[in-house]
């Protein structure tokens, strides 16, 4: 079953802007992954923040982490055409990894040119 | 090393057909998955090895399915009697303890008629 929901499930901006996406997850977790998926291939990891941290940069991606609200955010700045795909957030349990990752639906984001 | 590899990229079967699909893992890492992706959904998580122990089954892999890693290198899953419900995208994924992040594929996709 999916951990949570991304929001929004869609979002198209133009080039240059910054984008926002939302994660929301149910059960406590070890830390929390951010994936990218280009249309029909495999996913691609971005950037990971653990429970005990709070915000995390990569680049041009920011990440926050809110373990009180079950909540994460991920910011591109500067958004380029090649940032087009869908973003999925991806979650890791207490359990060491043995329970893989528990994804979002995602949020397929779209850069006009 | 070139990543993560699944073969076949796509399969055409008709129902009740068996198909299998094959992974190679990053070699360093001892960790497997394998998940399964629908249209406009995110990854479920399938299975998960750790070295050749199949250590983690989803109740989503029903007795049809069956996945194997022998020697901790190479994994296979197998689905017989294929249902048109079976058609999604199988992902494989490896990571290693202490590394951030797993190493997807980029898929099987396979298609019942």
């Known amino acids: 079953s999916q951990q949570g929901e991304e929001d929004p499930q869609a979002l198209s901006i133009q080039e240059g802007e910054n984008a926002t996406m939302n994660c929301s997850y149910k059960t406590s977790i070890n830390n929390l992954q951010w994936y990218r998926q280009n249309s029909g291939r495999g996913l691609v990891h971005l950037i990971l923040?653990?429970?005990?941290?709070r915000e995390k940069h990569s680049g041009r991606l920011r990440v926050t982490l809110d373990t009180s609200k079950k909540s994460s955010s991920l910011l591109i700045t500067a958004s380029r055409a090649a940032d087009t795909a869908s973003y999925f957030c991806?979650?890791?349990?207490?359990?060491?990894?043995?329970?893989?990752?528990?994804f979002g639906k995602g949020t397929h984001l779209i850069i006009q040119p | 090393d070139t990543g993560v590899s699944q073969d076949p990229r796509h399969k055409i079967t008709k129902r009740g057909q068996n198909v299998t699909f094959r992974c190679d893992p990053i070699?360093?890492?001892?960790?497997l998955y394998w998940y399964r992706q629908t249209l406009g959904q995110g990854p479920e998580f399938l299975t998960y090895f750790q070295n050749e122990a199949q250590l983690e089954k989803s109740r989503l892999l029903s007795d049809r399915f069956s996945a194997e890693r022998p020697k901790g290198s190479f994994s296979t899953l197998e689905i017989q009697r294929t249902e048109q419900g079976d058609s999604a995208m199988y992902l494989c994924a490896s990571s290693s303890p202490g590394r951030y992040g797993y190493t997807f594929g980029s898929g099987t996709r396979l298609t019942v008629v």
């Open positions: 070699s360093e890492h001892n960790r």
């Open positions: 991806a979650t890791e349990g207490s359990g060491g990894g043995a329970d893989g990752l528990t």
């Open positions: 923040i653990r429970s005990n941290e």
